[in-house]
């Protein structure tokens, strides 16, 4: 028997941008550790084997972050602090529930589009 996949992918939006640029940031002073927050938490309930934190750069969702995504699914998370991360570990990677008040509204995030379909659309196929 092989070793198994994990049920789950949880994305960390870790961009950073410099002071002065026009696009907030997911990171910021006061949220550099949430990542580690994460990951930390998830060894500590013994579940890191089956759900695999993810640093990732820009989620595209800037004016909303700092922003979680969790697969599967596409369940996006935003406005994510240390409080939240434990309510997503606990209730929806544990108890099978997403969050709904911390979930990305609708009007953010529409349903997925599949690349022949845009380029459709675009007029390029």
């Not at 907030?24 to 990542?35: I, K, L, T, Y």
């Not at 979680?68 to 309510?87: N, S, T």
């Amino acid at each position: 028997m092989g070793q198994p996949q994990p049920a789950f992918y949880i994305f960390k939006c870790q961009q950073s941008n410099p002071p002065g640029m026009p696009k907030p940031s997911c990171v910021r002073a006061d949220n550099r550790d949430h990542f580690q927050y994460l990951a930390q938490s998830l060894m500590q309930k013994g579940i890191i084997a089956t759900v695999q934190p993810i640093q990732t750069s820009c989620l595209g969702r800037c004016n909303l972050g700092p922003v979680m995504l969790v697969e599967p699914g596409h369940f996006m998370y935003v406005a994510v602090d240390k409080q939240a991360i434990d309510r997503i570990i606990n209730e929806h990677i544990i108890g099978g529930e997403p969050v709904a008040d911390l979930l990305i509204k609708d009007m953010f995030w529409d349903k997925a589009i599949q690349p022949k379909d845009l380029m459709r659309q675009m007029g390029r196929l």
